[in-house]
Nanobody, 122 residues
Framework: QLQLVESGGGLVHPGGSLRLSCIAS????????VAWFRKEAEYWRVIFSC????????TYSVNTTDRFTISRDTARNTAYLQMNDLTSEDTGLYVC???????????????WGQGTQVTVSA
């Protein structure tokens, strides 16, 4: 069965770093573009960036361009979001999603993970 499972979240102090993982099972993640979002409300998600099947990155969030980096490891069937210099405003549920090509619109994505919680607090 196709699954996306996020991990790597947790409690971190302001200025700290986390690396989130998006682990695919039941399918080959390399056949899909992968995007990272933060769920801000029911039916509302904010996209940070997307990485294509060929490894090309599209950045959508101007506020995190210099702090968040998306990557993927084909051999591990995993995508990552490296998060640096975290602030309290970064707190939230981070989810990954896939589709054949990158899109800025959450509704375009076909499959979603359940999310991993990131809490930034002193």
């Amino acid at each position: 069965q196709l699954q996306l499972v996020e991990s790597g979240g947790g409690l971190v102090h302001p200025g700290g770093s986390l690396r989130l993982s998006c682990i695919a099972s039941g399918f080959t993640l390399g056949d899909y573009a992968v995007a990272w979002f933060r769920k801000e409300a029911e039916y509302w998600r904010v996209i940070f960036s997307c990485i294509s099947r060929d490894g090309l990155v599209t950045t959508y969030s101007v506020n995190t361009t210099d702090r968040f980096t998306i990557s993927r490891d084909t051999a591990r069937n995993t995508a990552y979001l490296q998060m640096n210099d975290l602030t309290s405003e970064d707190t939230g549920l981070y989810v990954c999603a896939v589709r054949r090509t990158c899109s800025r619109w959450p509704s375009d994505y076909d499959d979603w993970g359940q999310g991993t919680q990131v809490t930034v607090s002193a």
